[in-house]
Nanobody, 123 residues
Framework: HVQLVESGGGSVQAGGSLRLPCVLSEYEGSSNCMGWFRQAPGKEREGVAV????????YYSASVKGRFFISENTAKNTVYLQMNGLKPDDTAIYYC?????????????????WGQGTQVTVS
């Protein structure tokens, strides 16, 4: 049973940076990519970034491209979301997820395993 645990959330001023780690209990055989999503109050869950495990392709939503960067450390079973130039609109709960065959649309339907989320607040 794959478990994902996010951390690193918190409160930051606009223009600041945060790095969110997501630790996986194991790399699950049916998954070939990891993603980050976010959900703000009253809004639908939004796909933010995807990385194919083993140093493959990455995808970003238009709202974060050039500011957010997804990376992985397979030795530590950890995926990171580096968030720079944070804006108040980035305020949300951020979730990491393990999935398969995601594409540039970063759709939640392609992800089967989810973490519990970590709150990011930008003021």
């Amino acid at each position: 049973h794959v478990q994902l645990v996010e951390s690193g959330g918190g409160s930051v001023q606009a223009g600041g940076s945060l790095r969110l780690p997501c630790v996986l209990s194991e790399y699950e055989g049916s998954s070939n990519c990891m993603g980050w999503f976010r959900q703000a109050p009253g809004k639908e869950r939004e796909g933010v970034a995807v990385i194919y495990t083993g140093g493959g392709s990455t995808y970003y939503s238009a709202s974060v491209k050039g500011r957010f960067f997804i990376s992985e450390n397979t030795a530590k079973n950890t995926v990171y979301l580096q968030m720079n130039g944070l804006k108040p609109d980035d305020t949300a709960i951020y979730y990491c997820a393990a999935g398969r065959d995601a594409d540039a649309t970063i759709a939640a339907r392609d992800f089967s395993y989810w973490g519990q989320g970590t709150q990011v607040t930008v003021s």
